[in-house]
């Protein structure tokens, strides 16, 4: 019986070749499975099921702050200052500011930016939708973002456009720092805004 025999060198070879081909197979079909579901596409059909929304909480972490461990969504609920509102005509203006940003399924690398504002809405059927948006850069013309909508948890990679954080803001100082925030804690987002 013979033997092949491989020397280390072309192993790290073989591996090597093995992994590139499995980091290509990975990215083509998870970019592939962003648009397969016919439901995600259109980010204009979901923005119109959102008129049915019962609850709006919009979450702004600063932007000129460097946390010393990099925020997630639950640290971005936690640490950022939070704005709740169940106001349909607060509710309306907020899916008017989404239709209005420029909103588009494009592939981005999920988990590789820092999330800075979160925009979380249940909606009447029990269904929750997040957008949640990295930070603005200057010269960037585009903010990255993800798109989720449960039951399905599937997350989408989005874009909007750089007027986003601005508008955000200016909702949310019409709309009011929440109440379930400490007195001091409503002070610092009242300033941290204005």
Known sequence: MKYLIISPLENIWFVSVQLRLLIFLVVVLSETSLYANDEFINLSQQI????TTQT??????RQDVAYRVGL????LRERGCTYITRDPSRISSLVDLLRRSDLNVEANDIGAWEPREGIFLNLDNGTEVKFIFSRKFINHNKI???FIR???CNKISITAGPLLVSELTQWAVQTGVSEEMNTQEQIECTDAIH
Do not use: F, M
């Not at 709006?56 to 972490?61: E, H, K, Q």
């Open 72 to 75: 997630n969504e639950i640290s």
């Open 144 to 146: 990255t973002g993800t």
């Open 56 to 61: 709006a909480t919009v979450v702004l972490a």
């Open 48 to 51: 119109d099921i959102l008129k």
């Open 150 to 152: 449960s039951p399905s």
